[in-house]
């Protein structure tokens, strides 16, 4: 099949570039289909090649080993490998690795394993040719890692192309045309592959006119780009509005209870999986800042997601109904309204009545991809429902692309918190558990792929947390240096690694120090949230506020005296949150107010605390803007330029937070800086 097709293609590739060969062993006349092997062996060195040397250096089959010539494959490893392997099911994505002898062995039960399989011998690299090793099982921890794109057919007249996009326009339409860029998108689907994405949502959550005729007689524009994708295990999603009965097909309504708009989505899903047979499955956005949805009906979500699913469910598609529902018409007077509220509210009363094809999918905050949140308390509120957790790889509120943000270091705490407390499970394990992991994209058609050369690594990062939850953030950034700068063949390789790791290990929270204090969030400007500005949502509709006044500032989530948010978590974090001794600095604000004065664990006041963290983090931008500096001459010129123009950006933009907040929070408290630093 194609997915073979592929793997030939890339080792044909890579032997290619060494002056190897590849000889495809289902050409062979016994061939009989049977495991997927694809054994590697180092091409001989140029020296010792003769004429008529019969050893082939690479020799790939899709066929039983035993009926691969001995003159292509090393038998003896690849029986070692299955003898190793004791029976060992691999799974549909699954690949086993091992070296024997000379040869280096990547089994897989499918096709998409042995993608995968060969992307992981890339990033070994020489380490893959080495010494013998073991057989190791590698098998992907959530079954679905999918990103969702945030893209507009028809540029959005105030979003653009791309929504919360920081890379130029879509990688899949321009100008309300699919792009038709075949080499773009097979290279981005490699990418995404390299990273273990194996879903992709092509079009927005917000989804407007035109976008919501992909569904029906626009279905052969997102069958093009399932084409491109299919070759590299990428199955498609597509963004639906709950509104398309209406807005199609002139249906009087679009309830999920009538029979004639069951009957619409039966038959507009029937002839999507006519076009596009391994469709994922639709996205949506449903009763949230304008979303129509069940509510205008009088009914709730389960009975919106199960009309979806009930449609999709013949031909195993899935729905992924978002739980991002909250009032976005506020009142900000209104203190009993708790916009972290909202998504636990709406949702942990249905817990139970989702059909088994609907996956919930929530923000990994309660509130919206801030620098600092807490997990969302939904995670653990409903064992009965899938779920899949959603970060937003895309740098909305970290920094858009133009600051180095590397976000693996807080994914990962999220994916490692444990909602019941130690020895309970993690948040990986329950979106393990029939759910997925999702993350909203960063690409564009910029050529760098994400404005910023750095935060590709975002991209990968979520790939491979996906894959391997429990990787360390440092372990991954180590792989993505290795493939995006191949260090090995660098003139200063210890430099260029180290200065990497300094500029982007603690880059996340560098700029948490350098924005919004202690866990409250938002104080970015409106509407497209670059920069500061402390009160910009303050007295806005959205739910958004950090209650700061002459006398101290956080908004008070409590059971006790606030709006009860405290209450969602399970024991121990119900507790811990809810007291002002136990709960942690960082989010400190996020669930108390608090006056300027009150001192913090590490001992230092709020205030203080506000102003040592913001020029702290200033001095540690300005400590990466000359560190990147050495990297002149060891890397890419033209990467080299666009990180330093950034960089600039970054620093300028920095200094803006830090002033800006200073100087709010020292005439809100009228308390100085005890280091006497300038607090315009
Ligand atoms: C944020 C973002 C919106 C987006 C929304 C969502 O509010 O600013 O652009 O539509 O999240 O996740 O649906």
């Known amino acids: 099949g194609p997915l073979v097709d592929t793997v030939f ?62 003159a292509q494959v090393d038998l003896d490893a690849v029986r070692a490998a299955h003898v190793d392997l004791a029976g060992a099911a691999l799974g549909a994505e699954g690949f086993a690795l091992t070296r024997h002898g000379q040869v280096t062995v990547v089994l897989a039960d499918a096709p998409a394993g042995l993608l995968y399989g060969l992307f992981q011998v890339v990033r070994l690299g020489e380490a893959a040719f080495g010494p013998e090793c073991p057989v190791r ?30 890379a130029g326009g879509s990688i899949f339409w321009r100008d309300g045309r699919p792009r038709r860029d075949r080499a773009r998108a097979r290279a981005y689907a490699r990418l995404l592959a390299a990273c273990g994405v194996n879903a992709v949502a092509v079009n927005n959550v917000n989804v407007h006119a035109t976008e919501a005729r992909l569904l029906t007689d626009r279905l052969d524009d997102v069958a093009e780009i399932a084409d491109e994708l299919r070759p590299y295990a990428i199955r498609v999603h597509l963004s639906v509005t709950f509104a398309a009965p209406v807005v199609l097909d002139g249906l009087p309504t679009a309830d999920p209870l009538d029979d004639a708009v069951r009957t619409w989505w039966a038959e507009a899903t029937r002839r999507v999986y006519a076009r596009i047979p391994d469709f994922g499955g639709y996205l949506v956005k449903a009763d949230s800042e304008g979303q129509p949805g069940p509510f205008s009906y009088g009914r709730d979500h389960a009975d919106g997601a199960n009309l979806l699913a009930e449609a999709l469910a013949p031909y195993g598609g899935v729905v992924h109904w978002r739980a991002f529902v909250y009032n976005h018409r506020q009142d900000w007077r209104d203190r009993s309204t708790d916009r972290a509220r909202a998504a636990f509210d709406h949702f942990a009363p249905l817990d139970g009545r989702f059909r ?38 895309t740098q909305e509120y970290t920094g858009q692309q133009r600051h180095v943000c590397y976000l693996a270091p807080w994914w990962s705490e999220v994916l490692r918190y444990r909602p019941w407390g130690d020895g309970g499970r993690s948040v990986a394990d329950v979106a393990a558990d029939g759910g997925d992991l999702v993350a909203v994209s960063n690409v564009g058609d910029d050529r760098f792929w994400t404005g910023h050369p750095l935060a590709q690594a975002n991209l990968y990062a979520f790939g491979r947390l996906a894959w391997e939850p429990g990787l360390t953030p440092e372990a991954v950034l180590d792989e993505w240096i290795d493939l995006t700068f191949d260090p090995a063949r660098s003139t200063g390789p210890a430099l260029l690694r180290r200065t990497l790791h300094e500029v982007m290990d603690d880059s996340w929270r560098t700029y948490e120090r350098y924005t919004a204090p202690l866990g409250v969030g938002f104080m970015v400007r409106p509407g497209h949230h670059y920069g500061p500005d402390v009160d910009g949502y303050e007295y806005t ?55 300027y004065d009150h001192v913090l664990h590490s001992g230092k006041t709020v205030i203080q605390h506000i102003y040592d ?37 970054q620093l300028r933009c920095a200094r803006e937070w830090r002033d800006q907040v200073n100087a709010y929070f020292h005439r809100k408290s009228g308390t100085p800086d005890a280091h006497h630093r300038p607090l315009h």
């Open 541 to 595: 509709p959205w739910g958004t506020y950090h209650f700061a006044d002459r006398d101290g500032l956080g908004v008070d989530r409590t059971r006790a005296t606030g709006t009860g948010f405290t209450g969602q978590y399970p024991p121990p974090w119900s507790q811990v949150y809810e007291s002002l001794d136990e709960c942690p600095d960082e989010l400190l604000l996020f669930f108390h107010h608090v006056p």
């Open 9 to 70: 293609g890339e080792v044909e590739r890579a032997c290619a570039g060494h002056g190897g060969a590849v000889r495809r062993a289902t050409d062979e006349p016994d061939a009989r289909p049977a495991d997927l092997v694809l054994a590697l062996t180092p091409a001989l060195p140029a020296a010792d090649r003769r004429p008529d040397d019969v050893r082939e250096p690479i020799a790939a089959s899709d066929t039983d080993p035993d009926a691969v010539p001995a």
């Open 356 to 393: 088994d094809n609907v996956i919930l999918q929530v923000k990994h905050g309660p509130m919206d991809f801030q620098a600092r949140e807490p997990v969302s308390p939904v995670i653990a509120a409903m064992p009965g429902t899938r779920l899949a957790v959603e970060f937003q790889v």
């Open 613 to 649: 963290s913001h020029f702290d983090g200033v001095r540690e931008v300005e400590e990466t803007v000359g560190r990147w500096q050495r990297l002149a001459g060891l890397i890419d010129p033209d990467v080299h330029a666009r990180v330093t123009e950034r960089l600039t950006e």
């Open 137 to 166: 099982v590698h098998r992907p921890a959530l079954g679905r890692r999918m990103l969702d794109h945030w893209d507009n057919v028809d540029p959005h007249p105030v979003m653009g192309q791309v929504e919360r996009g920081y």
